[in-house]
């Protein structure tokens, strides 16, 4: 690489250069992966075939004159005593490790093991940061720094941290790696314990030394912080990072390329870096110096994407070696972010996000302990898009946010946890979303018009907004910001809309062809549609009988004379799905209906014939459907999306992208409709019940450490042990547990 420096180096601190840890020459760029529902979008990449060509290998290194901010900002001078002060550990000693989520060195050491542990920070406004307990990436979604943007979506900046602690004349690396054949370096040895909460906490034993890593994501900002403090029998140490970059769309690789431009500005503890045009600007500071070692570290191996059957090697650039300088029982930390103006403190970040995970613990209405956890974890999927909408993100790490989710999430994320406010602005933003008698299936992540292909979200609508006016009495806000909404709704799916969605004359509702997929049951990979289930879908006419009987209430209780008599369509549509959908020979109900034929897969859409606020199956029929659901669909994780019994039956979830679709909803268990059967079951057994709901809950409260620590997977397979698979963290599936939770208070 050229190298053109403009300024004075200091090079008193410039790290010697460090070798290319893996493979040679440069490697070909991958076609973009489609993975899961979230990623059935072609993505937009950044990388050679979107940048302009630059300058072959140029540098441009920057050294500013100091602004006298110098080593004061750097840490907060505040003495530590204890590991417990320096994890920040302040919640009851009796259950503190379950629900911090404390993971021991036997399996931290374990590297296996340990890679199939995450941890996931959230930032309010659509950023992350993520990776697995020993920082080892196995997603390519994982990173230090992950932010969302108006124009190209979510980009993955920094990668992670290379850190190297210096003491007595020895090198401790911390981190370790994936490559070919080898993992390097191997940091994980040396980690005694890892914490997820209130803040994702290392403690390193070096011999006679300990270090502990603290790292925190400011709210409501792109910026990340890592704080490092030293302690035992050491006064003083010396602390190399390398931050490895990738500057690309979150659903891509980063490869070496020639278009990377490195421009690079320092001052006095400040650290700016441009790597490609258009592309955010990223600035580190507090530290003590900073040399430029510009390289490409090679072929870095994503286990996960591996086994998804997706590109799972990537390389990442290191403009240089930022260092601080460590002292005994003093924190020192280093921060970087997108934002401009002055980077506020590691220490006054870290603090201020643990000051806020434990006041959203203390203030829980769900208090039990997979309440508390739960709360925290519903957090992370509440977010702020570029100071205009809020809204739900359907999963992490990479789900956008879709209508129907945000609809059965928003009871379980906002009003059981008391977030009465952005319930309402979740609602308000997708009823001004509503066109054609439909509010949006998904929202894309960068400027671009939404996509109505669902025929189910907007009438789990009307699901949260009863549940809504249940918690909050609001009816002034329903009156003034949804109203045209609904009543836009009702007359679309009676007179039509897209997709032929529209009330048939026995009143149920039909939609759909045979090459759409509009029920929650909507994978497709190229043009074969999984799941075909266009027609009469069972939970389609559960949900629109919930619906009129919904409209029907709230237009008494506005006055609206126009839509008060829905009670007599609602009484027909009820009749017609009793007629149509009970199959007396398996004792439950068909799932879909189409052209005359009955399909009786054993499936759990039935259920929410029951669970519903307005439940449209005869009561004398709820016994049967429950007990069948529970012999054939129910885990300890949530439940089958089909019968065992059923041929087309796929009880593991993996392989490519084809073998994975294959299975997402034939067999592939599902954490949210643990909910559903849950409400079915209470209102079948009632205070009876209880006891045996809240330990039907106790498989998700086990869970809560074996994968997304503190949160809940996607989806599981259907065959025992059921591991997780898809997302670490959905949003639904936490919104249920929470919901029924407070339902159980």
């Known amino acids: 690489m050229d190298c053109e420096a403009v300024g004075r180096p200091n090079q008193a ?49 920057v050294y500013l004159p100091a602004t006298g901010a110098g080593r004061r900002h750097r840490g907060s001078g505040a003495a530590v005593h204890g590991a417990d002060q320096a994890a920040g550990a302040t919640v009851n000693a009796a259950v503190q490790d379950r629900e911090e989520f404390r993971v021991s060195a036997d399996v931290l050491h374990d590297f296996e093991a340990a890679c199939r542990l995450e941890w996931l920070e959230t930032n309010g406004i659509g950023g992350l940061a993520s990776s697995s307990v020993i920082c080892a990436n196995t997603r390519r979604y994982h990173s230090l720094l992950t932010v969302t943007t108006p124009t190209h979506g979510r980009l993955v900046l920094l990668n992670k941290l290379e850190d190297v602690l210096h003491v007595r004349g020895v090198a401790y690396p911390l981190s370790c790696n994936r490559y ?35 790292l925190a994501l400011a709210q409501g900002a792109d910026t990340v912080a890592v704080e490092y403090t030293l302690s035992g029998d050491a006064e003083a140490a010396l602390l190399e990072l390398h931050p490895l970059l990738s500057f690309r769309d979150h659903h891509s690789l980063t490869h070496e390329n020639q278009d990377a431009a490195l421009d690079l500005e ?28 510009p390289d490409w570290y090679r072929h870095f191996e994503y286990a996960v994407e ?37 980077p506020p403190l590691a220490a006054d970040i870290v603090a201020a996000e643990v000051e806020r995970k434990q006041r959203l613990v203390s203030t829980s209405p769900v208090d039990a302990p997979l309440g508390r956890a739960l ?46 406010r952005e319930a309402r602005e979740i609602l308000a933003a997708f009823a001004g979303l509503c066109d054609g008698g439909m509010i949006p299936n998904r929202l894309p992540e960068a400027d671009q018009a939404p996509d109505y292909n669902t025929v189910d979200a907007s009438l789990w609508m009307f699901a949260a907004v009863h549940e809504f006016v249940q918690a909050t009495g609001d009816l002034q806000f329903v009156r003034e910001k949804l109203w045209d909404c609904l009543r836009s709704i009702i007359d679309g799916y009676r007179f039509g809309t897209r997709y032929r969605i529209h009330q048939d004359a026995d009143g149920l509702v039909l939609a759909g062809e045979a090459d759409t997929q509009l029920t929650w049951m909507d994978a497709k990979v190229g043009g074969w549609v999984v799941t075909p289930r266009p027609g009469k879908a069972v939970e389609i006419c559960a949900l629109w009988y919930n619906a009129l009987r919904t409209t029907e209430d709230l237009a008494v209780r506005l006055g609206s004379v126009s839509l008060a008599g829905l009670g007599k369509q609602a009484e027909q549509t009820r009749a017609a799905f009793n007629e149509a959908f009970w199959n007396a020979g398996t004792g439950c109900l068909y799932d879909v209906i189409r052209n005359g034929e009955r399909d009786p897969a054993i499936r759990p859409n039935q259920l929410l014939a029951i669970s519903l606020p307005y439940p449209v199956l005869d009561e004398a029929r709820w016994q049967s459907v429950l007990d069948v659901c529970e012999r054939e669909l ?7 999306s089909l019968s065992p019994s059923d041929p087309a039956y796929r009880g593991h979830y993996g392989g490519d992208q084809w073998q994975r679709d294959g299975a997402y909803h034939q067999g592939t268990v599902w954490g949210w409709l643990l909910g559903p059967f849950l409400s079915a079951y209470l209102k079948v057994y009632r205070d009876a019940g209880r006891e045996r709901a809240r330990e039907l809950l106790r498989g998700l409260e086990d869970h809560l450490h074996d994968a997304g620590l503190g949160t809940i997977s996607e989806i599981f397979d259907g065959d025992p042990p059921h591991p997780p698979r898809g997302c670490v963290a959905q949003a639904w599936s936490v919104a249920e547990a929470l919901r029924v939770l407070a339902e159980l208070q």
């Open 266 to 293: 320092v001052g006095g503890d400040e650290l700016t870096v441009r790597l490609y045009p258009g592309l955010p600007v990223l600035r580190f500071a507090h530290f003590d110096a900073f040399g430029p070692v």
């Open 306 to 342: 591996q086994y998804r059957g997706l590109d799972y090697r990537e390389d990442l650039f290191c403009p240089g070696a930022l260092t601080l300088r460590l002292k005994a029982g003093q924190r020192a930390g280093v921060v970087a972010t997108i934002e401009e103006g002055d």
């Open 180 to 214: 070919p054949g080898t993992v390097y370096p191997q940091g994980h040895l040396l980690l005694d314990e890892f914490q997820a909460r209130p803040a994702p906490t290392w403690h390193f034993h070096l011999g006679p030394v300990r270090l502990t890593k603290r």
């Open 634 to 640: 129910l885990t300890p994780v949530g439940l089958r």
């Open 375 to 420: 709360t925290v974890a519903a957090d992370q999927f509440v977010v702020r898009l570029h100071g205009k909408r809020t809204t739900i993100l359907a999963g992490h790490h990479w789900f956008t946010d879709w209508g129907r989710d945000t609809m059965i999430s928003l009871p379980g994320l906002c009003l059981a946890t008391g977030r009465h």
């Open 13 to 61: 601190h410039a790290p010697q250069r460090r070798g290319r840890h893996s493979g040679r020459g440069q490697v070909r760029l991958p076609a973009a992966g489609r993975g899961e529902r979230g990623l059935e979008r072609a993505v937009h990449r950044v990388g050679r075939d979107r940048l302009p060509g630059l300058p072959v290998g140029r540098v441009r290194v």
